[in-house]
């Protein structure tokens, strides 16, 4: 069992930045791809990032390009969302997860693809 611990939120003005952390327990991070997700108000759970268990490859959501960017520790057992710029409309509860990596071809941008959750942070951006 996997367990995840994010961290790194709070309030900020918009054209500010944030990082959260995402920490996790267990011998066998190296093997997880990682993603964060948000979730904002009355909305679906939304696709932030996703990193490779290498850390080679990186997805993004339309909506993050060119202002977020994820990053992993193997060493650490840590994952980061690095947020610049944000937006009132990035307000949400950041979660990260955990995928195991059991599908050859896994849809990378659905939560039901992802194993393990944490609690979440709340990213608060005022105007």
């Known amino acids: 069992q996997v367990q995840l611990v994010e961290s790194g939120g709070g309030l900020v003005q918009a054209g500010g930045s944030l990082r959260l952390s995402c920490a996790a327990s267990?011998?066998?991070?190296?093997?997880?791809?990682m993603g964060w997700f948000r979730q904002a108000p009355g909305k679906e759970r939304e696709f932030v990032a996703r990193?490779?268990?290498?850390?080679?490859?990186?997805t993004y959501a339309d909506s993050v390009k060119g202002r977020f960017s994820i990053s992993r520790d193997n060493a650490k057992n840590t994952v980061y969302l690095q947020m610049n710029s944000l937006k009132p409309e990035d307000t949400a509860v950041y979660y990260c997860?955990?995928?195991?990596?059991?599908?050859?071809?896994?849809?990378?941008?659905?939560?039901?693809?992802?194993?393990?959750w944490g609690q979440g942070t709340q990213v608060t951006v005022s105007s």
């Open positions: 997860a955990a995928d195991r990596m059991t599908t050859v071809v896994p849809a990378t941008t659905s939560p039901r693809t992802y194993d393990y």
């Open positions: 267990g011998r066998t991070f190296s093997s997880y791809a």
């Open positions: 990193i490779s268990r290498s850390g080679s490859i990186t």
